[in-house]
T-cell receptor, first 109, second 114 residues
């Protein structure tokens, strides 16, 4: 089965609301990364977060290895946050990044 | 700033034809990757390379070949294109080791096989 599952698949917010995106994995974890993909565009790395909590502006990533999950919290969402958020992991076998299916976020003004 | 350039941006091919997707990076990264992105599947790894002259199979290599003639260039080759290969293809280069690698992505190539 799929090693990395993201939820929700899509999310619509009003500007100013917070978002919580989830990534669950079924394999042992070596590292976890979060990426942002602009609508119709390329991907940009947001976080490298193998464990614990990291902050970057309005974004917070938390990875809990023993619970096999990672989350991305977006506070005070803005219309420019719209796009797709993908998590990706490397398992302990040293395989290359395996991506989840992504969460498509739409922030309305 | 790290730069990965893909060409072409869009491509329409016929079934059975040969397609070559090109990727150039100016980052001097050793590692380069080809992914495809399809609705419901996220990004899936096709081929990757550790440096000039090397290519490795990813998770879905069937129907694809790769070529890394230099540090800067990494090509994906579809010898006999099929409609199932219609997708958006992304190239990336990476620095760092194992799971700590930071990937820099190109803007993607949208391929349609008729």
């Amino acid at each position: 089965g799929q090693q990395v599952q993201q939820s929700p698949a899509s999310l619509v917010l009003q500007e100013g609301e917070n978002a919580e995106l989830q990534c669950n994995f079924s394999t042992s974890l070596n590292s976890m990364q979060w990426f942002y993909q602009r609508p119709g565009g390329s991907l940009v790395s947001l976080f490298y977060n193998p464990s614990g909590t990291k902050h970057s502006g309005r974004l917070t990533s938390t990875t809990v290895i023993k619970e096999r999950r990672s989350s991305l919290h977006i506070s005070s969402s803005q219309t420019t946050d719209s796009g797709t958020y993908l998590c990706a992991l490397v398992n302990n076998a040293g395989a290359k990044l395996t991506f989840g299916g992504g969460t498509r976020l739409t922030v309305r003004p | 700033e790290a730069a990965v350039t893909q060409s072409p941006r869009n491509k329409v091919a016929v079934t059975g034809g040969k397609v070559t997707l090109s990727c150039n990076q100016t980052n001097n990264h050793n590692n380069m990757y080809w992914y495809r992105q399809d609705t419901g599947h996220g990004l899936r790894l096709i081929h990757y390379s550790y440096g000039a002259g090397s290519t490795e199979k990813g998770d879905i290599p069937d129907g694809y070949k790769a070529s890394r003639p230099s540090q800067e260039n990494f090509s994906l080759i579809l010898e006999l294109a099929t409609p199932s290969q219609t997708s958006v293809y992304f190239c990336a280069s990476g620095e760092g080791q194992g799971g700590a690698e930071t990937l820099y992505f190109g803007s993607g190539t949208r391929l349609t096989v008729l």
